[in-house]
Every structure is written in structure tokens, then in C-alpha cells.
């Protein structure tokens, strides 16, 4: 026999119903405390719940994936969607130095748009993941000269492989993502260099070349999966200040993504195929 069941037992002997009393408030006071913990512990539970960002709730707007989002407008349309309560798939070539991205707080992914590997690796990485919103961002000016006679044209590849062909590899691999998702949009960040009638001054024959290709495998593509309830666009970011022009431009990246988030987040079936400005103005082909 335990000491302190010793005690009780000789405590009871000799105080009979007292003894039983105290035991019985004891009991009713254990219970009591129980019940007022479980009630705070709902109500604390009910208030964190509340303040949770709306990124973490099991509702968010939906899923995007970016591409070349570490500078940019890229950089400016993860901010924007972040903002706006989706949940940001950022990616970059080299994650480690992504330092703006990094502040944002959003999910980053390794992915270079020209090696297969790498963007059949990320697609592996979201097996089984909705992505509600594809941005093919990722691009570059490339190779030019002012006369046609110095073009190097060994020298073209790159840009072609980065703009036109860099979308289509990860439009591919991520297909059954966005087959999976609810909004099944495909932005293409292409270009008013791109289109055949806007071309009133020549120049950037590799540039304008490679935005061309990817507005005829944005259609081609259009009419192969609006089938299946995708929605596929070329976009016109605008003159914008990035490293690509050496910061000229007419407007700052977060103007330009600003108006592509508007444009992209009202996608339906009926914009299939087409080609827009940021402010959702329809471009000449
Ligand atoms: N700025 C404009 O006025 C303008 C106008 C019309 C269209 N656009 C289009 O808008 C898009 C974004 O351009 P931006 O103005 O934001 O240019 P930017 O500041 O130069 O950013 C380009 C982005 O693309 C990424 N990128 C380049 N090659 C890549 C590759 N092989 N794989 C993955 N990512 C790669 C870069 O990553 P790294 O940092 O690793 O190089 C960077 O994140 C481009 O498609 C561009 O053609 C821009």
C-alpha cells in the first residue's frame, strides 16, 4: 500500500463524511477545469485559425507556376498572385541567388527552360499537383546586330530555344498538372515584337522571330486542348523597365503585372487562343 493511499484511508477513518466531501469537491473541480481548458483551447484554436494568411488556408485562390520569376516582370507577377492569395510556384535557374524571390516567402523551383532534365526533374517534383495558372515568363533578347549581313545566325539558336521552344518543354511536362487543376490557364508572355503587322520598323530578327513561333504554338495548342477546357493566351507585358531593355520601357514591372494578373485571373473559354495586352486591349497578329 502506498503511503499517501495510508493517509486518505486514515483520513477517512476519521472523519467519515467529511473526508468523502472534499473528495467529491476535489472531483468536481478536476472536472470543471477540464471542461473551461477544452472551451479555451476551442476558442484559441478558432482565433489562430483566423489570423492564418490566407496562402496557408486550405482555400487559396489557386495554384500559379511562373517562370524566370527571380528579376523581372516574373519577380513582379510572384508578388502580385502572392498578393492576391494564390499560391506561388516561383522558379528560377539558380535559386540560391534568387535573393528577391527568396524575401517574398514563396514556394521556389529550381528550372531552366532550354534543358529538358531540368524541367523534367520540377515535373517530377509537382507529381500529382494541380497548377491551376501556368505563366511561361522565362525569356531573352538575344543575339542582334543593326545590319542583317553581321547577323550571326549560329548565333539564333538560343533565343529560339529560350522563347519559343522553352514554353512548349514546359507546357509538356506540366500538362497533366494543369489537367488536374480547375482553372487550366496557360499564359505565354510573348510580345508586340511578335506580331507580323506591328512590325513597322524592322530590326531584332531573332527576338521578334522566336515571340512569333511561340504565338503560332500558343493557337496550335489552343485548338488541340480548349477541348479539354484549357485556356491558352500570348500576352503583351507592355514597354516595361527590366533588364532586358537595360531598364527603358514605358512602365514599371509591377504596372505591367498588375494588368496581367487582371487579364489572367478573368482567363475563360472564350479567350482561347487569343493574344492580349496587360490591359487586356486584343494585339494584331
Ligand atoms: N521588358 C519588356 O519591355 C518586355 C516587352 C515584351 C515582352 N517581354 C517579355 O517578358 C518576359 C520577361 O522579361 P523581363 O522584361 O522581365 O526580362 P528580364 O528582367 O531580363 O527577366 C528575364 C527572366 O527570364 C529568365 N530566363 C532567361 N533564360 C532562362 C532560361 N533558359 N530558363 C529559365 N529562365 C530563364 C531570367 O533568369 P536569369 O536571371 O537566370 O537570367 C529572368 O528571370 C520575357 O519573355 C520577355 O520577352 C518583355
Known amino acids: 500500500m502506498s503511503f499517501l493511499r495510508f493517509i486518505l484511508i486514515t483520513l477517512k477513518l476519521a472523519h467519515g463524511r ?49 517562370t524566370g520569376a527571380n ?19 516561383a522558379t528560377a535557374r539558380k535559386p540560391a541567388k534568387a535573393v528577391d524571390l527568396k524575401a517574398l516567402g514563396v514556394r521556389i523551383e529550381q528550372l531552366d527552360v532550354t534543358d529538358s532534365s531540368s524541367v523534367n526533374a520540377l515535373a517530377k517534383r509537382l507529381d500529382g499537383k494541380a497548377v491551376d495558372i501556368l505563366i511561361n515568363n522565362a525569356g531573352i533578347f538575344g543575339h542582334n546586330t543593326n545590319t542583317f549581313s553581321d547577323l550571326d545566325i549560329d548565333q539564333l539558336d538560343t533565343v529560339y530555344n529560350v522563347n519559343s521552344l522553352g514554353p512548349l518543354r514546359v507546357t509538356q ?34 527576338y521578334r522571330g ?18 479539354q477546357g484549357l485556356v491558352f493566351v500570348v500576352l503583351h507585358p507592355g514597354y516595361v523597365q527590366t533588364d532586358i531593355n537595360k ?39
Not at 27 to 44: E, M
Not at 177 to 204: D, P
Open 18 to 66: 467529511t473526508i468523502g466531501a472534499f473528495v467529491a469537491s476535489v472531483n468536481t473541480l478536476v472536472v470543471s477545469t477540464l471542461a473551461l481548458s477544452t472551451l479555451t483551447f476551442s476558442a484559441l484554436a478558432i482565433s489562430t485559425l483566423a489570423i492564418i494568411p490566407s496562402s496557408f488556408a486550405a482555400d487559396t485562390a489557386g495554384t500559379v507556376l511562373i
Open 210 to 227: 522566336s515571340k512569333a513561333a511561340l504565338n503560332s504554338f500558343n493557337k496550335t495548342l489552343s485548338m488541340e486542348f480548349g477541348k
Open 173 to 206: 511536362a506540366l500538362l497533366p498538372n494543369l489537367i488536374k487543376s480547375k482553372q487550366k490557364r496557360v499564359a505565354n508572355i510573348s510580345s508586340m515584337m511578335g506580331s507580323m503587322e506591328l512590325n513597322t520598323w524592322g530590326c531584332c530578327i531573332g
Open 247 to 285: 531598364g527603358k520601357g514605358d512602365i514599371t514591372a509591377s504596372e505591367s503585372a498588375s494588368g496581367l494578373f487582371d487579364v489572367i485571373s478573368k482567363l475563360d473559354s472564350e479567350d482561347n487562343g487569343k493574344f492580349y495586352d496587360f490591359n487586356g486591349k486584343s494585339m494584331p497578329w
Open 71 to 89: 528579376r523581372g516582370i516574373g519577380l513582379a507577377l510572384a508578388k502580385q498572385f502572392h498578393q492576391s492569395g494564390y499560391d506561388v510556384i
